[in-house]
């Protein structure tokens, strides 16, 4: 029977229907302009500056700093000649303005409005002349006429990030959206909006130490994955240019330990060293414990059984814990060798050499496939002091000299060669050797 022989009423064409416009995939024109913040680890991990009548989220935790990133950058561009206005539904305009005073942006020509409307910010993005960026903190204050719950609510926030962001498309404005990551659920969190905008960063960082890293989860103008790292400040927050040298830590002189190693990873676009550290406790416990910070806790159990089965490191009946160093999370499945060799340094009571990175995905078979963008990490880890890495590939390069890890059996190996280094244990400790 031919397509549509019978019931074809309802399929036919509504009459008058235009056709789409078609364009050529190649004539793209020019791409979209960029607004640079001025804060170059910003405009980094945004892919080269805000682009105009694009929406970009920014998500972090109260008190993170989200505001001060947000003060800092709209000055910048405002003092860059362009126009810019921050709303702001959370914090009265003196407040605003003595942050401002700390951050020498006191004399920044920056609109500025205390508002919670958001019809009335929609009706300024389309009036305003020339609005080159506004920001909004947070999309949570926001109200819109109509919407029958309460500001914060899924509702008010999904609608009145439909109504800027409509706003900011036609007028060509970058929109910056600011989002709490809440935890109880009366309110909503950024989550909600991910898929309405272009870009969607958060801030993230321990509180209680200075650094803060912001980070990609989605760009549809630029890497994602990518990521900045800052460092609060008395006077804001200041651009770690280095951030390799702040997540391996000081190496130079520092005394041997067991159950570290560096990580030669990549983060978006650019080459990260990190350090994995792991801690394995003596045989005994009934249920030992397995914790992570900063990794996946199945791939940590996959390598452990990885470890045990195929180079016969006992960790069954072990307390296992294993963290990356400052406050980072590592998804890239290179980190496998890195981190088995954080648990087997651990394990065997040898430290991984001191100027050697890691990198190699452990397959089941206690294989390790190589990683991409070799060259590049290694070049990162020379940059860094590094002058060994423990990798699959043969990569050859100046200054790094690659010790070849087809698989676990060789990682076993290349310890083997350390010098054994004990922890001090109480005296009276029962004897773990069998
Ligand atoms: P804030 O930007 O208000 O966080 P958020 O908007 O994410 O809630 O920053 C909050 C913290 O930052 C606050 O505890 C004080 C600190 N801070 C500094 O340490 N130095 C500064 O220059 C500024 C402006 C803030
Ligand atoms: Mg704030």
Redesign the pocket.
Known sequence: MPVGGKATAARRNRPGARSLELESLAGGGPPAPRTPTGLAEFDRVLGGGLVRGGAVLLG????????????QALGAVAKSGREVIYVSG?EGADQIRD?AD??GLADAPLLLATATSTDAAAATIVNTPNLALIAI?SIQTMYVEGVESAPGSVAQVRASAQLLIAAAKRAGASLLL?G?VTKDGAIAGPRVLEHMVDAVLY?EGD?SQHYRILRAVKNRFGPADSLGVFE??????AEVPNPSALFVGEREGREPVTGSAVFAGFRGARPLLVEVQALVGAPGPASPRRAVVGWDSARLAMTLAVLETRAGLPFSGRDVFLSVAGGLRIDEPAADLAAAAALASALLERPTPKDCVFYGELALSGEVRPAPQADARLKEAERLGFSRAAAPGDTKMKGVKVETIKRVDDLVTLLAAQPLLRAPKPADWPDDES
């Open positions: 972090g935790d109260p008190g993170i700093g989200k505001s001060t990133l947000l003060l959370e942050r700390r951050l903190d600011v709490h801030f509180t609060m400040t008395g006077l804001g927050l």
